[in-house]
C-alpha cells in the first residue's frame, strides 16, 4: 500500500534557495545615479570664478577649503565669517578637519592683498600646508 503524504510541506515542493537579484540591481543604480548628482556637490567651498594659471589639476583630498568672494566676504567651507571670526576660528577648525592642508580660492575679481592677508593669517595660525586653487589652462595643440 502506497503511503500518502498528507503534510503539505516537507515533501511535496521543492526547495529552492535564490536570491532575487533584481531588486539588488536596483537598489544599486539607485545608490549609483544619487552618488553621481551628489559627488560634484561635495567640492566644497563657495562657488567663485577661479583664475586660470599653469598648474596641474589639483588632487583635492581632505581639507578645509577658504573662500574669498568676488565682494570681498571670506567664507570656511560654506559659513561666511568676517575677519576677526576668521582669525580666530581658522586655527582650532583646522585642528578638527580630518585634512591638515588649507586650499585657498579666490575669486579673479578679489583684489589681490585680500587673498594675502588671508593667507599671513594662516601663516599667523601655524598653518604650514596652504595650497591656491586655480583652474588648468587648456592645453595649446601644435
Not at 511535496?12 to 545608490?31: K, Q
Not at 561635495?42 to 577649503?65: D, F, K
Amino acid at each position: 500500500m502506497r503511503r500518502r503524504n498528507r503534510d503539505v510541506g516537507i515533501g511535496s515542493l521543492p526547495v529552492r534557495a535564490e536570491i532575487n537579484v533584481t531588486s539588488l540591481v536596483d537598489v544599486a543604480f539607485t545608490l549609483l545615479v544619487i552618488f553621481m548628482i551628489t559627488a560634484p556637490i561635495l567640492q566644497g567651498g563657495v562657488e567663485v570664478t577661479i583664475p586660470r594659471a599653469p598648474a596641474a589639476p589639483l588632487q583635492v583630498s581632505e581639507g578645509v577649503v577658504v573662500t574669498i568672494a568676488g565682494d570681498g566676504s571670506i567664507y570656511i567651507d560654506d559659513a561666511e565669517v568676517s575677519r576677526e571670526e576668521f582669525a580666530a576660528a581658522i586655527g582650532p577648525i583646522v585642528e578638527r578637519s580630518a585634512g591638515e592642508t588649507v586650499y585657498v580660492k579666490g575669486d579673479t575679481d578679489v583684489p589681490y592683498g585680500a587673498v594675502l592677508w588671508v593667507i599671513g593669517t594662516l601663516k599667523e595660525a601655524e598653518i604650514e600646508a596652504v595650497s591656491l586653487v586655480a583652474e588648468p589652462e587648456p592645453r595649446r595643440r601644435n
